[in-house]
Structures are given as structure tokens and as C-alpha cells.
């Protein structure tokens, strides 16, 4: 409804047109004239949040996965370029010494079904285990904001980075920084502005810094380091 007619209906209202084009489709008819009656006069913030986080899973334009990657170095950068010409719209990682694999869980802005399939085909080639959670409510509403929590990572930088909001703005951040330094956090939501702000663990040591600033720089986005936050040092160690 918005991208044809720039109308915004409540979850409620936009019921009807969602009946009307699973009748369509369970019918198979083409070409005919079919009447929704909807509404949008419940329209508020809260509910319009809802709506941003549903639309593009609803119209299957999103999927959400997991995959388990080898806790080394340089593994998220094999990652995404598996991941290949697909939008990430979200990515959430926590850096585990205990284990010897990673749980990424991200989503990825899809087209088509074959678009999505051929890069979870690709993934299997490197035998990276990924599983789809696009239908999993569970995973949707809650778990994807549990991802992480507290570990204990030997000299770990924290930094909030502006990334623009273009596709291989990750793979070029990466190209920098990985494997040169190995990345222990990683959250990032595409919020459809210019720019995305993105939290990065890093392991820098203290002799590495002046180089690792001067990589940084040279990569041209905006970042601050936020290693002393107290949140983050009540929270996330």
C-alpha cells in the first residue's frame, strides 16, 4: 500500500488487503476487480514501529537467519562476501573464546526466494551451518535482542562507527580492519537513513592503537571510541 499509493494502514486495517490477496492467490484470479475496505486512523508511532519491523518479513522482501562461523580472525569478512550482492539489514555478533564456533544471527533484504536459496547454497559450499528464522516469532520479537551479552575479551576497543547506508560499506570497512585486528562485537540495524551507526568490538592491543587510529582515519568513516561507556562496562563485561 505505501510503495503504490504512500498510504500508511494500521496492522488492523491493512488485514483486509492482506485477505484480499491470499484469496487471489488461493483462487488463482487474475486480472479482476477486487474491493478491501481498510483503515489507518489508528496510526501512531508505537503501532507505525510495528509496521516497519513487519512489512518487509511479511512481503518475504526480509529473512532472518543464523549461521555458525569458525572463531577466528578474518571469518565474518569470509562471511560476507559469502553473503555476496545481498543487502545486510541487520547483523549481531558476540565474541566467544570458549567456543570454537560463532552464532551470527542477521537479516538480509531478499527479492526473490531463488535469490535468498542460492545464498544459503553458498554457504553450505564452505560449510557454514545456516538456518532460517523468518517465520520463528520467537526468534523475531525477543531472541534477535538477546544476541551477546556479557564476555570477558582481552583488550577489547568498543567504537561506534558511521557507516553510509550502501551496499559494500561493511565489506570496504572490513578490508581495513579484518583480519588485521580481530572483531569480538558486532550490532547493526539498517534504520533507512544516510548514515547507519554501528557497535564494534575490536582487539586492538595498546602498542597496536596509533596504528589502529590511523587505519580508521584513512577509512573515512565517522567513529568514537567508547571503551569506557558504563554501560557498556555493566552490561557487556
Known amino acids: 500500500m505505501f510503495e503504490e499509493k504512500r498510504s500508511i494502514l494500521e496492522p488492523a486495517g491493512a488485514l483486509a488487503l492482506a485477505g484480499a490477496e491470499a484469496y487471489c492467490r488461493f483462487y488463482n484470479?487474475?486480472?479482476?476487480?477486487?474491493?478491501?475496505?481498510?483503515?489507518?486512523?489508528?496510526?501512531?508511532?508505537?503501532?507505525?514501529?510495528?509496521?516497519?519491523?513487519?512489512?518487509?518479513?511479511?512481503?518475504q522482501q526480509e529473512a532472518v537467519l543464523t549461521t555458525f562461523i569458525p572463531e577466528v580472525p578474518g571469518s565474518i569478512k569470509q562471511f560476507c562476501n559469502l553473503v555476496g550482492p545481498i543487502s545486510i539489514t541487520e547483523f549481531k555478533y558476540r565474541y566467544d573464546s570458549k567456543k570454537d564456533r560463532a552464532l551470527v544471527l542477521y537479516s538480509v533484504g531478499v527479492h526473490t526466494k531463488i535469490e535468498l536459496q542460492d545464498m544459503m547454497d553458498r554457504m553450505k559450499l564452505f560449510q557454514l551451518?545456516?538456518?532460517?528464522?523468518?517465520?520463528?516469532?520467537?526468534?523475531?520479537?525477543?531472541?534477535?535482542?538477546?544476541?551477546?551479552?556479557?564476555?570477558?575479551?582481552?583488550?577489547?576497543?568498543?567504537?561506534?562507527?558511521?557507516?553510509?547506508?550502501?551496499?559494500?560499506?561493511?565489506?570496504?570497512?572490513?578490508?581495513?580492519?579484518?583480519?588485521?585486528?580481530?572483531?569480538?562485537?558486532?550490532?547493526?540495524?539498517?534504520?533507512?537513513?544516510?548514515?547507519?551507526?554501528?557497535?564494534?568490538?575490536?582487539q586492538v592491543s595498546s602498542n597496536e592503537l596509533n596504528e589502529f587510529r590511523c587505519s580508521a582515519n584513512d577509512l573515512g568513516y565517522d567513529y568514537e571510541i567508547e571503551s569506557d561507556n558504563e554501560g557498556f562496562q555493566l552490561l557487556m563485561r
Open 129 to 202: 551451518e545456516t538456518l532460517e528464522f523468518t517465520n520463528n516469532d520467537m526468534v523475531k520479537d525477543h531472541l534477535r535482542h538477546l544476541m551477546g551479552g556479557r564476555s570477558n575479551v582481552e583488550n577489547e576497543l568498543l567504537c561506534r562507527f558511521t557507516f553510509p547506508e550502501r551496499r559494500g560499506s561493511l565489506v570496504q570497512f572490513l578490508d581495513v580492519i579484518s583480519p588485521r585486528w580481530n572483531i569480538s562485537l558486532f550490532h547493526y540495524r539498517s534504520q533507512g537513513e544516510t548514515g547507519a551507526n554501528v557497535l564494534i568490538g575490536i
Open 29 to 59: 484470479l487474475k486480472d479482476e476487480n477486487v474491493v478491501a475496505i481498510t483503515s489507518g486512523a489508528n496510526m501512531n508511532f508505537d503501532r507505525l514501529r510495528l509496521v516497519t519491523e513487519l512489512a518487509n518479513i511479511g512481503r
